[in-house]
């Protein structure tokens, strides 16, 4: 006879599963470029180095060229380049600029906390680094 025991979880091994976990969510990025433009290839350089160094293996980077992909741009908002947007895990973030501000990025991409003076209620910002 089968031992529900032996297949249920217990609540503490189910929390421990999601703690392990939670510091190894994986994102899916969007960084939208204009073209080998010096702005463009620095954010490329800065989020690839950044993504490198704390999400090695936990990210997934798709980059679109705006003069590429025009129908997608414009389905998106983008208003600027280069945007960053951060699709997983929530909530959605923008960001614009070349991503040189590295603690900037790490708090647009909710790695690090922000430091608070006071709360985002929005389920999307936009921060301009």
Known sequence: MINPEEFDPTIREVFEEALSQSSEQHYVLRLYIA????????AL????QICEEHLKGRYELEVIDIYQDMELTSSQNIVAVPTLIKELPPPIQRLI????N???VLVGLDIIPKKTTGGRNNDEFTEFV
């Open 35 to 42: 073209g080998t433009t010096y702005q463009s290839v620095k």
């Open 45 to 48: 350089q800065n989020l690839k």
């Open 97 to 100: 600029g070349n991503l040189s």
């Open 102 to 104: 590295t603690e900037k």
